[in-house]
């Protein structure tokens, strides 16, 4: 998506302009983000170091309205690091629940494959539920609540890969590439022009305007033949021929997020309605990150995105 496109309604149209002003080269995942945001779906960034991966949700914190918190993940990091802990207060004779950093609008996990497995099931429920149980007691999360968790994909030692229930629970998975020369030159400049202080106008986005515009994107209309094609690129994971070469399909969830990011994307775009277009566009992210491919396929050469983009070839729109 073009980062000004002018279809978009004006919220959001200011919104993604700002992001395009200090993310250069990265349309892709500024759409990623704003549908994420719109879909209430958490969403997760692989790239290499210096992709901006971090520089993005800082970036989109500053345009919105609320509450921003990054927890940087290292191998020694407890649950209690993120969700909060219970702590004695000796001049009240009781335990008071002290909330951690997850306990924001906005929250970036950065390099989530560093934190051990506890830690990113703590993450779990909140992503899920919208809440966080300590002891006896259930807290809720504020509304709107947003994980982007990025990792970073050229290293393995002292990382935990995430499972594959956990990665289920992301609306979308985003892989950056590195750039081209043009657009390493633009990266150049505008660093220089920062570094010199050029100052940079930070539209705000209320929480009433986006959850006017969540409202709005809920309402996109989802014809039934496109609802039947949303379902036909599902089932497609579980029979053959593409079957023969997975181990693990996708869940009813992949239907539901594919679903809803096809909506938010049209919305974006300014349409009412869905197309097969935006269902199309968006499957990658949505949907090959609850793939489980068999070994053989693996030790082929076979990737999940691959197979995906095979099924859109296959399976007819309309």
Not at 1 to 29: C, E, Q, R
Not at 148 to 155: D, G, K, L, S
Request: charged residues 20%.
């Amino acid at each position: 998506m073009d980062a000004s496109t002018d279809t978009a309604p004006p919220a959001i149209a200011g919104l993604s302009a700002h992001l395009g002003t200090g993310l250069v080269g990265h349309d892709v995942l500024i759409e990623r983000l704003l549908i994420g945001l719109l879909a209430g779906g958490h969403l997760l960034v692989e790239g290499a170091p210096g992709l901006a991966k971090t520089r993005a949700v800082k970036w989109l914190a500053q345009a919105v309205e609320s509450e921003f918190a990054r927890i940087q993940c290292t191998p020694d990091l407890m649950p209690a690091d993120l969700t909060g802990t219970p702590v004695w207060r000796p001049q009240d004779g009781r335990f008071e629940f002290v909330k951690g950093p997850v306990f924001h609008n906005l929250v970036l996990v950065d390099e989530i494959n560093r934190a051990p497995p506890k830690v990113q099931s703590a993450l779990l429920e909140a992503m899920a539920e919208g809440q966080v149980t300590s002891g006896n007691e259930t807290h809720q999360l504020p509304d709107p609540f947003l994980v982007v968790a990025t990792q970073n994909p050229i290293e393995h030692d002292g990382t935990f890969p995430l499972p594959e229930a956990q990665l289920d629970r992301f609306l979308l998975h985003v892989l950056l590439t590195l750039p081209d020369a043009q657009t390493e030159r633009r990266i150049l400049d505008l660093v220089e022009a920062e570094s010199q202080g050029t100052p940079i106008q930070t539209p705000r986005m209320s929480l009433a305007d986006l959850a006017e515009a969540r409202k709005a994107c809920r309402a996109v209309h989802l014809s039934p033949a496109l609802k039947d094609y949303i379902v036909r690129l599902v089932i497609a994971t579980r029979e053959p021929p593409f079957s023969d070469e997975i181990e693990h399909a996708v869940s009813p969830r992949g239907s539901l997020a594919l679903a809803a990011c096809a909506k938010a994307r049209a919305y974006l775009h300014g349409r009412d309605f869905a197309l097969p277009e935006d269902v199309a566009d968006v499957a990658g992210d949505a949907l090959a990150h609850r793939l489980v491919l068999t070994w053989r396929a693996v030790a082929e050469g076979r990737s999940p995105r691959a197979m995906v983009a095979d099924i859109l070839e296959r399976v007819e729109a309309l």
